[in-house]
């Protein structure tokens, strides 16, 4: 899901032109423009997913703001200073369903 701002900023780069309201409701498209979003947020926050989980759900200069307020890039540390509500939790359960996906298919590929 993307907002129609943050979709128009990221479609010329997913090489999307011409991107209308409606096209967001198409997966591919969103998808598409989403992908380029998500890398442009690892980019401006390396190694901490918490916060380019943040920076999706609450945006990047609110989580910029609670990097310096938190004074730490351990994303532990980091995500207990989200100031939203919302997105602090959205936060914890993104980063519970990556280490549960993570462990079943780690596991998985460890068989093999």
């Known amino acids: 899901q993307l907002v129609v701002d943050t979709a128009s900023k990221y479609a010329h780069r997913a090489g999307i032109n ?27 926050f390396p190694n901490l997913p918490e916060a380019v989980i943040a920076s999706y759900n609450g945006g990047e200069d609110n989580v ?34 990556y280490r549960a996906y993570r462990q079943l298919y780690d596991e998985k590929l460890m068989r093999k």
Request: without cysteine.
């Open 18 to 44: 011409n991107l209308k309201d409606e096209d967001l409701y198409r997966p591919a498209v969103s998808i598409q423009i989403g992908s380029e979003y998500l890398a442009e947020l690892s980019r401006l």
């Open 64 to 97: 910029a703001r609670w990097l310096k307020r938190s004074g730490h890039h351990d994303g532990g540390i980091f995500a207990s200073e989200v100031g939203f509500s919302e997105t602090k939790g959205y936060v914890f359960k993104v980063m519970a369903n």
